[in-house]
Nanobody, 114 residues
Framework: VQLQASGGGLVQPGGSLTLSCRAS????????MGWYRQAPGNQRELVAI???????RYADSVKGRFTISRDSAKNTVYLQMSSLKPEDTAVYSC?????????WGQGTQVTVSS
């Protein structure tokens, strides 16, 4: 099983960034896919999740600014981030969740700074 996240980087406040997480080794369509983040000194928090039926949930802090989507043909989940703020700075990781399994990928650093 692999979850390979990419797309992180340095962006100015107010800017945009899109993260990608490519999955392999399991049946992508059977899993909910989520994005989490962890800033230094903070606990990991859920940013957004998309269930395999298409329902989405977002952290209050990112509602209206972030959008999660998935492409089953590419086994990839995306996180489109806009109007980025310095407090969005963190390591972002994706995970795959089913009723009895959870898989985690490595993180990608997002830094929002001028």
């Amino acid at each position: 099983v692999q979850l390979q996240a990419s797309g992180g980087g340095l962006v100015q406040p107010g800017g945009s960034l899109t993260l990608s997480c490519r999955a392999s080794g399991f049946t992508f369509s059977n899993y909910a896919m989520g994005w989490y983040r962890q800033a230094p000194g903070n606990q990991r928090e859920l940013v957004a999740i998309m269930f395999n039926g298409g329902t989405t949930r977002y952290a209050d802090s990112v509602k209206g600014r972030f959008t999660i989507s998935r492409d089953s043909a590419k086994n990839t989940v995306y996180l489109q981030m806009s109007s980025l703020k310095p407090e969005d700075t963190a390591v972002y990781s994706c995970n795959a969740l089913s009723s009895n399994r959870v898989y985690w990928g490595q993180g990608t650093q997002v830094t929002v700074s001028s």
